[in-house]
C-alpha cells in the first residue's frame, strides 16, 4: 500500500474514522458491513486510509486508498484529479501499432513538436472511435483513456491549438514529410484516386470561404479540401483552398506536389463529379491521364448506348471475364462543347439492371395505385415528379396507367453505365482500374465524417487548415487499422469497438492488466506488426509516466515494409543455397585432378594408437559386457 509521506491532509471528521494507537497511529475507515444470506450482516471492513503525523495529531499522511475513497477531499487538498480505477488502453494499442506499422506519429510529431503532436493523435483517436470532430466533448469522452499526452484537455485548449498553435508552415512540412515517406514504402508510378468536396462555413474571420457550388445547395459561403489515396485506399496528401476555386486546378496543384516529393502519378481515378468539358480539357492540357465515371447523358454516351447498347446486352462476345458485366470501347467525343475523341467504355450490369427495374416497378405501382384511390375518394392524384412521364392519369375514368413506351425507354438503360478515359484499354482493364475506387470511397466516407459532416466550425484561416491536417492523420491511423482488419476478414468499427473494451485496473497506485484479449485482437495486432507484448508496454509506460519517468512511445519499426520486400522479377520458386537434390559433381576438379570421395580412402587402416598416446579401442560395446538387472 503506498502511503504519501511527502503529503498532509487533516483527518476526516467523520462516522467510521477510528485510530490505531497500537499500530503506528494508523487511522482506519470502517465500511459499514455487507449483508450475507447465510450469515446475516459479517464484521465491518476495515481500511487504512493514512498514519497521523508526529508533530500533528490532527493531520496525516495520507494512503492510496484516502485517495480513492475520498477524491473530492484529495482534489480539494491537492488539485489534483485521482487516478481512475479503470483506464481504456485499446485505442492507444492501435495507435502505436499504427505508427510501428507505417511511421505516422514519428512524422507527426517530428513536424509540429512532441507537445503538439501527441495532442493531435490523441484527437485523431477520439475522431476515429466516436466519428467526430466536436471538441467540446473531448474532455469527457476521453478522460479514461491512455493517451499520449497523459491529460484530457479540454476544449478551449483544443481550439487555442487549431488556431494559434499550428502554423501553415508546420503543416506544410508535414505534408512534405508524410509523400515522402509513402515513397520510401513504395507509393510512386501510380494511379491516384482524388476526390473533392466542400463543406458549409459557419465561422467568422476565414479567408478561404467563398460562394461556390455548395454541396448542401444553400446560398452560403463554402470552403473546399481534396483528398488524393492510393488505389488500395492509403492517404497519400490532402489541400484545402478556396470554396470558388475550380477542382481541376487544385488537382494539378496536388499533382505538382507530389512530383516535388519525388512521386510520380501515372494517372487519376476521378468520380462523377469531375465529368465535364472544363475539367476534362484541362487534364488535356497538363498530360494527365484519367479515368472518370461518365455522368448523366452526354452527347457521346448517348451516341454509344444507340449503337452498342442493345448490342452487348447478355452477349457472351463482350462479357468480361470475372465478372457480371458486358463491355465495349468506342472511341469518340464525349462533349460536344470539347472537341476532341475519348475513349468511352459501355457497361452493362445484368444484375444491376435486374434490381434496378424491380425497384422502379416497385414503386410506379405504389404511386399509381395511390393515384387511383384519391381520385376514387374525390382527392387530387398527385404522382411523383419523377414517374409523371411513366404515369398516364384518366381522372374521368379515375383509373391510370403506365406508360410503356416511355416506361421502355427507361427499362432498356437500367444497368448500362460509361466510363471515359485518356487512353486506350480493354474493358476489364477499364473496370480493375475503377473499381480500386472502392476502398478509397469507404476512406473518403470516414474522412468526411471525422470532419465533421459538411460544416466548418472553427474560427479563423489557421483553424480551418489545422482541422483538415487532424482530419487527414485521423484518417491515415484508421487506414492502417482498416488494412488489418481486412487481412483477418473482420469489420474495421467492430474491431475498433472490441480493442476499446481492452481495460487495465488500479491496483494500490499502480495499473495492472489482465490478459484477456481474443483471437480478433490479437490477430489485429499482428496484422499491424505488432503482438501482446505492446499491451504489457503500454500499461508500463501508463505507470513510469505517473512516477515521472519520461516515457517514449513506440516508433516504427525500422527497414522496409513487409507488403515492400523485393522478390525475384519472375517469381520462381526460391531455393535453398548449394547444390539441387539430384545434383552429381564431375568426374575432375576445376584444376583438372580427378575428383575423389571425402573420408578416409579405401584400404586405410587406422593407428593402433590415438593421438594422445593411448591404446585405440574399437567403438561400441565392450566384449563380455552385459547389462545387469535392478534389484
Known amino acids: 500500500m503506498a502511503v504519501y509521506r511527502d503529503r498532509r491532509v487533516p483527518i476526516p471528521d467523520i462516522t467510521g474514522i477510528t485510530i490505531n494507537r497500537g499500530d503506528n497511529n494508523r487511522v482506519l475507515y470502517v465500511l459499514s458491513a455487507p449483508y450475507d444470506n447465510k450469515v446475516g450482516y459479517t464484521r465491518p471492513k476495515r481500511i487504512t486510509i493514512g498514519y497521523v503525523c508526529e508533530d500533528d495529531t490532527t493531520t496525516m499522511y495520507p494512503t492510496n486508498k484516502y485517495k480513492t475513497i475520498f477524491p473530492a477531499k484529495w482534489e480539494k487538498s491537492f488539485n489534483e484529479t485521482p487516478l481512475p480505477i479503470i483506464k481504456k488502453m485499446g485505442m492507444n494499442v492501435l495507435g502505436q501499432a ?80 508524410w509523400a515522402m515517406q509513402c515513397k520510401k514504402d513504395g507509393v510512386d508510378g501510380v494511379w491516384l484516386c482524388i476526390d473533392g468536396s466542400n463543406d458549409d462555413c459557419e465561422s467568422e474571420g476565414v479567408e478561404l470561404a467563398e460562394k461556390g457550388h455548395a454541396k448542401s445547395k444553400r446560398n452560403v459561403e463554402i470552403v473546399s479540401f481534396t483528398y488524393a489515396v492510393t488505389p488500395g485506399g492509403k492517404p497519400v496528401t490532402f489541400d484545402v483552398y478556396r470554396g470558388g476555386l475550380v477542382d481541376a486546378k487544385e488537382m494539378q496543384a496536388i499533382i505538382d506536389f507530389l512530383s516535388e516529393c519525388g512521386i510520380a502519378v501515372e494517372g487519376v481515378i476521378l468520380d462523377r463529379g469531375y465529368c465535364n468539358a472544363k475539367a476534362i480539357r484541362f487534364l488535356d492540357s497538363k ?53 476532341k475523341d475519348d475513349y468511352i467504355t459501355l457497361f452493362y450490369d445484368f444484375l444491376n439492371a435486374g434490381e434496378r427495374i424491380g425497384k422502379l416497378l416497385k414503386n410506379l405501382y405504389k404511386s399509381m395505385n395511390l393515384a387511383i384511390e384519391n381520385m376514387k375518394h374525390g382527392k387530387k392524384a398527385v404522382v411523383d415528379e419523377k414517374y409523371k412521364k411513366l404515369i398516364c392519369l384518366d381522372e374521368v375514368n379515375k383509373t391510370a396507367h403506365l406508360a410503356k413506351a416511355e416506361l421502355q425507354k427507361v427499362m432498356n438503360e437500367k444497368g448500362l453505365y460509361s466510363i471515359v478515359s485518356s487512353k486506350e484499354m480493354t474493358p476489364a482493364q477499364v473496370n480493375a482500374l475503377y473499381a480500386s475506387r472502392n476502398v478509397s470511397e469507404t476512406q473518403y466516407m470516414f474522412i468526411k465524417s471525422q470532419l465533421g459532416y459538411g ?140 575428383r575423389k570421395k571425402p573420408g578416409p580412402k579405401p584400404g586405410t587402416k587406422l593407428g593402433a594408437y590415438n593421438k594422445d598416446g593411448s591404446e585405440r579401442k574399437k567403438p561400441g560395446p565392450k566384449p563380455a559386457l552385459t547389462r545387469k538387472s535392478e534389484v
Open 98 to 177: 499504427a505508427n510501428m506499422s507505417c511511421g505516422i506519429g514519428d512524422v507527426v510529431c517530428e513536424a509540429f513538436g512532441n507537445s503538439a503532436g501527441k495532442k493531435m493523435l490523441d484527437y485523431a483517436l477520439y475522431s476515429i472511435l466516436y466519428h467526430s470532430d466536436v471538441s467540446s466533448q473531448f474532455e469527457a469522452r476521453m478522460s479514461n483513456q491512455i493517451l499520449y499526452s497523459g491529460k484530457a484537455y479540454s476544449d478551449s485548449s483544443y481550439s487555442d491549438l487549431f488556431e494559434r498553435g499550428l502554423t501553415k508552415d508546420q503543416i506544410l512540412a508535414f505534408k512534405k514529410k
Open 287 to 339: 498530360g494527365i491521364a484519367y479515368v472518370i465515371m461518365v455522368k448523366g447523358h452526354p452527347a457521346g454516351f448517348e451516341r454509344t448506348v444507340a449503337e452498342y447498347g442493345k448490342k452487348i446486352k447478355m452477349n457472351v462476345e463482350w462479357l468480361v471475364e470475372g465478372t457480371t458485366l458486358f463491355g465495349i470501347q468506342a472511341k469518340c467525343r464525349l462533349f460536344e462543347e470539347y472537341e
Open 455 to 594: 460544416k466548418v466550425r472553427v474560427h479563423f484561416t489557421q483553424g480551418v487548415h489545422s482541422r483538415f491536417a487532424l482530419g487527414f492523420i485521423a484518417s491515415v491511423i484508421r487506414y492502417e487499422i482498416e488494412d488489418a482488419s481486412r487481412k483477418s476478414g473482420h469489420a474495421t468499427n467492430d474491431l475498433i469497438n472490441e480493442m476499446n473494451l481492452l481495460e487495465m485496473t488500479n491496483i494500490n497506485g499502480t495499473y495492472a492488466y489482465v490478459h484477456t484479449e481474443n483471437r480478433r485482437q490479437l490477430q489485429l495486432l499482428e496484422n499491424l506488426g505488432a503482438n501482446s507484448d505492446l499491451l504489457d508496454g503500454v500499461v508500463c509506460d501508463e505507470n513510469n509516466r505517473l512516477n515521472g519517468r519520461t516515457v517514449v512511445p513506440r516508433h516504427r519499426k525500422p527497414g522496409p515494409k513487409k507488403k515492400f520486400k523485393n522478390v525475384p522479377n519472375n517469381n520462381s520458386e526460391r531455393k535453398k543455397p548449394g547444390p539441387q537434390k539430384g545434383y552429381r559433381h564431375g568426374e575432375l576438379n576445376k584444376d583438372a585432378t580427378p
